[in-house]
């Protein structure tokens, strides 16, 4: 009975620590996607606010200046790619606040899993919630400035590229400026500059479409930026959440 025992006893703690290495990782990011996702649905101001503030720019801009259709064409994909990313950045702020001020965000610093994994949970959480919509709604709004029909795709397609891209820095100027009371300054200091690439390649492409000229070196490049800004913004958001938190 006490071999039983002492084999059961070598046997039980053994089973746990070979299930972990293989679920650990997947239940955390799973864990972070899901409470962000629901604290934001919550929140729906924050889900809301740049939508608007996007419909509002598109819609006075035309009674601003001209309702021109051939002005209006012309200026459009600029206006809507400029639109798009200030509104991005208008939910920026808010990426790491909440985890900061309620003692969460020092837990995911403590937590054994990767920090720059978890820090992508939350940064593709706010990609759905803005920059997909943004890139849904662009082509609603086109129509109010005489986007041409053939553009349409092309401009929700960059979008929804960019704006992932966009989120990826974003989230960065997010991590360093966390820990000011108003780094919301700050933050758009840092990042505007960052955001120029992306900037000119979506309203690039937008515009290589509508004068019928090839779409897929522009496509390319922001798939390409969005590459590179997944390999390393993962890793300078944790690095600049640690800077944030530990001084």
Known sequence: MSGTEA???KAGPATPSHREPRGGLRVALHATFKRDLTLLM???GEVFNPLVFFALVITLFPIGISPDPE????IAPGLLWVAALLAALLSLDSLFRGDYDDGSLEQLLLSPQPLAALALAKVAV???L????????????????????GSYLVLALSLALGSASLSLIGAIGAALTVGLSRGGVLLSLLVLPLYI?????????V????LGDGITAHLAILGALLAVALM???????ASLRISING
């Open 42 to 44: 919550r929140r729906c």
């Open 71 to 74: 002005l209006l064409s012309t």
């Open 7 to 9: 084999s059961v006893g």
């Open 207 to 210: 515009q290589a479409a509508i």
């Open 130 to 149: 803005t920059g997909l919509p943004l890139a849904l709604m662009a082509p609603v709004l086109g129509i109010m400035l005489s986007l041409p029909a």
């Open 126 to 128: 706010h990609w759905l």
């Open 197 to 205: 690439p992306v900037l000119i390649f979506g309203a690039g492409a």
């Open 232 to 238: 390393f913004a993962p890793w300078a958001i944790a």
